[in-house]
């Protein structure tokens, strides 16, 4: 028939033999082609199995999808060479055998432009060492496996469609090996992707799986996969199973719109999670099982979960690692239990938590640096006997109880601060232990420690105040407390001299209770009490004063006493009962390198902290590299990390115009200022915001976003540095080195600091340090010489020390 009739076109390398014939048949065609001819088939269905043992190339001669592959029985194209098919319609209806077979260590075909539409055990089959590349593929099969490797396989997936799988969509064993790019794999059933055995590997870029009756990503038997800028969603199981030993990657990628966890590690498994977003899942975003069991996420956000479930489940001895991540709109956030399992967890955020942020039990132990627990029912709850673990510079904050310790827990808490509790700050009963050091429970509604039942908890140089009810509250004996300071203990009264002969009176008696009723005096710390009262921070004159001695700067320490001013008049007016003003405390430094921005923030953050403005005063610097990450939403999470550590003092945002470059575009510099916009907006009374830059270039800047410029309430101008104020600079760093400069060395070194370049490169007092090293230096090559340099000699800097 005519439409059967194939067309070859021989392409052998010498060009007289070359010739073309027609067919009537594939069979024919192919046992009369050779090596590098191409098959050129005409519309119709072809009632035959193809076998291709040599290097040729079947093509569609009117495009994909008119000419059809359909036997009665058996594997319809079967490759054992490097061949190539373009644009058929492969059809298999034999349930025992696969619509394509690529099998051999010879074989490596090529499928462009084909679909597969089989009812068969398998779609598409690799095996036996064979390679495969599909491009522009679809591969159906209702009844069986879409696509599997097995034997040692190799394929590569590009720009593929495997769908309507009975079975999984994409089955890579027995050692084999997958690349996928911009590939889909949905409505399959069992899972999208299954790995299994030992030497599987799958790495996928750019793909999406979804709809599929099971787990998205199924990986067992010592499997590997690794996923790039993929997606997982709409899946009737977990979006990932893990087990036995298996080990995936993903780093970008999406999981969300899951019913059950959104990953599930068992049996020694590991997961590495990297700047990818779990939301939206049923049970867990990570269910970790099994001792040897491994879990890793950084830069990852995990959010909105559908359902009543911890977001991060950590059992029968398993290890969860979290750096660099937010989790928020949880019922509870991160729960370990049972002995031998374990969390850690750096510079993380934790909020809008409906339970706990972090519960430990069962032995387990979680151990928390830097990390911020915001808006949650408990901050951390260690529930029983050997359950513990150690906190680090945490911060809680608007909770109802921050931390509780119970039935014989023993965590271990250095330089955390528990802010806005409902209840307790910290809460220990039951037979808890706990140590905290240095830890500070303020602005609470209820007792900052309350320790009941006689528990023998350790404070060590712990602080509270303006807690509602009492700093310290401690019920029976049992706490052991060591210089812990309250503001509801006021100082003792100063001792009189007793009078001439008169007895000594009784010692007053000993408590380890320190309360106060609400709307008395402060009690008086009793004698042998463990808890003091506050000490006087520095007063913000110390700091002013430390201001008045920078060189220069005189509009700038104009501008910062105003402020000062007007916080300090507020604070009388508010005790007066007048209404005070609120100025707006966020700050504008322009100005060029080196003239002191960052000193001046430092001690502004100070001050504002003396006067009960800001809770700490710390100064947190950043600059657009730790603001802005490389994928979409990284930036809101580094930018909102940044401003949670710099909670309760100063982020000062230094070049902040590279944020808004003039033809940035889709530069994600803005979503940086749009999330510190808002966050200024929701926190304003807890972060001073500081940014700087050249003068024109922040003009620009503060155009970006339509709410930056009405953020700060003032811009403060930092002039260069003048010849004789840089000398001035140089001087200081003389006396603080021990060295000395001769009147014809200030001389010379005035003449050179006003004959220096003031271009792009000028570093004002960074200039004015780097010319003393340089001095320094010359000074030492200088004095190496001599025999034996007297006192005089080795500080005394003279006019040749002087930058050539």
Known sequence: MAEHRVRVTQDSGSRWRRRAADYETLGEALAAAEHGDTLTLRPGTFRESVLLDKAVHLVAADGPGTVRLLPAAGVPLTVTAAAGVRGLVIEASDSAAPAVLVTGEDAAAELTDCRVEARSAVGVEVAAGAGATLRGCTVANPTGLGVRLRDEARALLQDCELT??????????????????????????????????????????GCEIYEVRGSGVQAEARATGRLTDCTVHRVSGNGLTLDTEAELTLTGCRLHDLP????????????????????SFGRGALSVWDSGTHAEASACEIHSATGDYPALWVSDGARVELSDCTLRDLPDALFVLDRGSSAAAENCSFSRIRSSAVSVSGGATADLTACRIQQAGTGLWFRDHSSGGRLTDCEIAEVATGVIVTKGADPVLRGCSIRASSDAGVYVSAQGLGSFEECRVSHGKGFGFHIIDGCRTRLTRCRAEQNGRAGFEFSEPGPV????????????PPLALPAPRALAPAPAPTTVTVAAVVGTAPLTAPAGSPIAPLP??????????????????????????????????????????????????????????????????????????????????????????????????????????????????VLFVDEAYALAPPDGGRDFGREAIDTLVKLMEDHRDEVVVIVAGYTAEMEHFLAANPGLSSRFSRTVTFPDYSASELLEIARAQCAEHEYEMASATEGALLDHFAGIDRGPGFGNGRTARQVFETMVERHAMRVAQLADPSTEDLQLLVPADLPG
């Open 164 to 205: 309507m799988a009975g079975q999984a969509g994409l089955a890579v064993l027995g050692g084999s090996t997958a690349h996928l790019e911009r590939s889909r794999i949905h409505h399959a059933s069992g899972a999208g992707l299954l790995l299994a055995d030992q030497g599987s590997s799958a790495e996928l870029t």
């Open 260 to 279: 059950e966890n959104a990953a599930d590690l068992r049996g020694r498994s590991r997961l590495g999670l990297h700047r990818s977003t779990v939301h």
């Open 481 to 492: 407390a060591e210089a812990c300071v309250s503001d509801d203990v006021a100082p003792p």
């Open 536 to 649: 006087d921070c520095r007063p913000a004159d110390e700091a002013l004063a430390e201001l008045d001695a920078l060189v220069g700067l005189a509009t700038v320490k104009q501008e910062v006493r105003t402020l000062v001013d007007l916080i300090s008049v507020g604070r009388r007016r508010e005790r007066a009962g007048l209404k005070a003003p609120s100025p707006r405390r966020h700050l504008v430094f322009t100005g060029a390198p080196g003239t002191g921005k960052t000193t001046v923030a430092r001690l502004y953050g100070e001050i504002l902290a003396s006067l009960g403005v800001l809770q700490r005063g710390h100064l947190i610097e950043v600059a657009r590299v730790d603001l802005v990450g490389e994928h979409i939403g990284s930036t809101a999470i580094r930018t909102q990390a940044a401003f949670e550590q710099a909670r309760g003092g």
